[in-house]
């Protein structure tokens, strides 16, 4: 295969400190054959299109009306490429991304990823969130379920066969990429790099983890899915064993207010559960400060997701 015609898409919402670094990356890469599509939808409230329109015909803009799932869908309805090539309007690529995502299309695969890095940032909560990422992303295998749409290339005849669930506001690339798993391989490979800028305060930290957490009964409760819902090879296989501690947690110390020996139950959870976040943390953190900062991160992420299925699972019921 020499130098296939690639078409990537970028769906984009109030990204207006980020975009500009993301379209000049785009447009300055190695690979020739491409071209750049990228909707901002009609609900973005900064100046997002604005900076996009400066850019003319190097790029392909339009607004759309309606949330990510929907924008994908009617984007790659457009697209006539050979393939299709996905990234966020708060990602920046290497110059050698789209050349490194064709070259590791062989018979049998329908679609690569590659490595997401943490950009040098001064917010502790980005650095800390993103090098955790990194980490799990640094030990991936070559064959996996599936990877995220901020860094990911598939064959246009897959991609469009395939519709996003618009019922999902996030998690909707995880059920999307399982799908892709009945046409072939989906390959990892981590010479393919995107600069990835996570959420800067604990609200929209926390606000982003809970709709992950709100999403997997969607996901997850199908017939399609209930087998994965052990995990994959991206996400924490701990996160599970942690939210249950964390609930008994709360149950027990609920239940303390009538009795005192379900409180001291309670603090073999909460030991239990911070001895389990103290391992994790073991080779990302450098000081002390970012040791704790590192168990906030994680007592956070888990208390979004065990609280996001909760009402997740009402929702579904």
């Known amino acids: 295969m020499k130098n296939p015609s690639v078409t990537i898409v970028v769906t984009s919402r109030n990204d207006e400190r980020t975009i500009k670094n993301c379209v000049d990356s785009l447009l300055n890469q190695t690979y020739q054959n491409k071209k750049i599509y990228i909707t901002v939808a009609t609900s973005s409230t900064d100046k997002t299109y604005d900076i996009l329109k400066t850019y003319g015909k190097k790029i392909i803009l339009e607004r759309i009306q309606g949330n990510r799932p929907e924008s994908y869908n009617k984007m790659l309805q457009k697209v006539k490429t050979e393939f299709v090539a996905f990234t966020d309007g708060d990602a920046v690529v290497d110059k050698n991304w789209l050349k490194s995502l064709i070259s590791s299309f062989v018979s049998g695969v329908v679609a690569v990823g590659g490595t997401i890095k943490n950009p040098p940032s001064s917010n502790m909560l980005q650095d800390l969130v993103g090098r955790e990422l990194e980490y799990r992303f640094a030990h991936l295998p070559k064959h996996v379920a599936r990877l995220p749409t901020m860094n990911l290339c598939v064959r246009a005849k897959y991609a469009k066969a395939e519709r996003f669930n618009t019922e999902l506001r996030v998690a909707q690339e995880t059920e999307w990429g399982y799908k892709l798993n009945k046409y072939g391989k989906t390959i990892f490979n981590p010479k393919a790099i ?47 064993f942690q939210i249950g501690l964390l609930g008994l947690w709360c149950l027990f110390l609920a239940a303390g207010a ?19 976040f103290a391992y994790q943390t073991h080779g990302l953190a450098k000081t002390v400060i970012e040791f704790l900062y590192f168990l906030a991160i994680f007592f956070v992420r888990t208390f979004a997701w065990g609280l996001g299925i909760f009402v997740g699972l009402f929702e579904v019921l």
Do not use: C
């Not at 009538?258 to 389990?276: P, R």
């Open 258 to 276: 009538v009795d005192l020996t379900y409180f001291k139950l309670s603090g073999l959870f909460i030991s239990s559960l911070l001895v389990i």
């Open 194 to 240: 995107v600069w990835h800028y996570h959420r800067a305060t604990w609200k929209q930290y926390f606000k982003q983890q809970f709709l992950y957490g709100q999403n997997v009964p969607k996901v997850y409760l199908t017939q399609r899915n209930l087998n994965k819902i052990k995990g994959d090879e991206i996400s924490d296989p701990m996160m599970p």
